[in-house]
């Protein structure tokens, strides 16, 4: 199933009575085949021109109506699988997103997987191992907190990581990475093949906004847990992780899996954008609840009438 939006589609989000959020999707979406630059083509403080906070978290909890009818839509039918992947620098905002914009999901509809550091048994197979086992399997949605993706970006960024994969020859270099990047297309390309939906978010982050995030963390006591040394050890390397994503969009940003980049220096309009997008794709698939026979249906009559008599 392709989700093939055109990017010069016009997006109004209605906001009742204080107006409307306008925007190109290809404000926020990477064009297939097109080579974009993280810095100059997308901004991480871009709302569409609209700064109702307010506004904004109506409309996000509609679009959380919105999907929990969707999603038991998507249970009943059984014939797609959505697979929703987030991918982010830290403090961008992952865990909040998923918290608020599946919060009326049916848990028996949804599963959230958190990739950290593999395994020695997930180094002994190969990289897309860990993340098929976690695959959604059709009638259900399934949420990547950080996904394969990974392997072309913390890894590139961390050659040391890629020496413990105990991979044959000398990995590594252009054509390495090149060949990585083809390898998760055609993976994409297979699960969309075969009915399961992926929908890739980008939390784009300043860094003057992360600078702010980590400060609160530490300045707020209720906070501290959420920060980490290593956090602030990886913000160092800030430039090489923003060639990364910018890599990792310009090789990986398909027809039938496209990149959304995510304006996420203010949280409101990065949750109402995932929600609205989200609801947008799944609204695509056309789903609709079973229809019974009019032998099932006659039967049920049956029962009806004897459930009455009762």
Same mark, same amino acid.
């Given at each position: ?49 609209? &700064?109702?906070?307010? !506004? ?12 929990? /009818? ?19 620098? &830290?403090?961008?905002?992952? &865990? ?42 059709? !009638? ?99 430039? &090489? ?49 079973? /229809? ?6 006659? /039967? ?11």
């Amino acid at each position: 199933m392709k989700v093939n939006f055109d990017p010069e589609r016009k997006i109004r989000i209605p906001m009742g009575e204080k107006g409307a959020v306008e925007f190109r999707l290809g404000d926020v979406m990477v064009v297939p085949e097109a080579k974009v630059s993280l810095k100059k083509d997308y901004d991480p403080d871009f709302t569409g021109g609209f &700064d109702d906070k307010e !506004g904004a978290l109506e409309k996000v909890a509609a679009n959380v109506s919105r999907l929990s /009818e969707l999603q038991e839509k998507l249970y009943a039918q059984d014939t797609f699988g959505v697979l929703v992947i987030f991918q982010a620098i &830290d403090a961008a905002g992952k &865990d909040g997103a998923i918290r608020h914009v599946m919060s009326g999901v049916n848990p028996q509809g949804c599963h959230v997987t958190s990739f950290k550091s593999p395994s020695s048994e997930e180094l002994d197979h190969d990289y897309l191992w860990r993340a098929a086992k976690a695959l959604p399997q059709r !009638g259900m949605i399934g949420i990547f907190n950080r996904s394969y993706y990974e392997e072309v970006l913390a890894v590139k960024v961390h050659p040391e990581f890629l020496s413990k994969q105990k991979l044959p020859g000398k990995p590594g270099g252009k054509a390495f990475w090149k060949r990585r990047y083809k390898e998760i297309n055609r993976f994409e390309k297979y699960l969309t093949a075969n009915g399961i939906v992926v929908i890739k978010f980008f939390l784009n982050l300043s860094s003057k906004e992360q600078k702010k995030r980590f400060l609160a963390r530490i300045d707020e006591p209720e906070k501290n847990w959420k920060f980490s040394v290593a956090d602030y050890e990886e913000r160092a390397r800030w430039d &090489d992780y923003q060639d990364a994503f910018e890599d990792m969009l310009n090789h990986t940003s398909t027809k039938h899996a496209p990149w959304f980049v995510i304006p996420s220096d203010n949280k409101w309009f990065a949750r109402l954008a995932i929600s609205e997008a989200i609801c947008a794709v799944m609204e695509k698939l056309d789903l609709k609840f079973p /229809e019974v026979s009019e032998e099932t249906r006659a /039967e049920l009559l049956r029962i009806r009438e004897e459930l009455l008599k009762e």
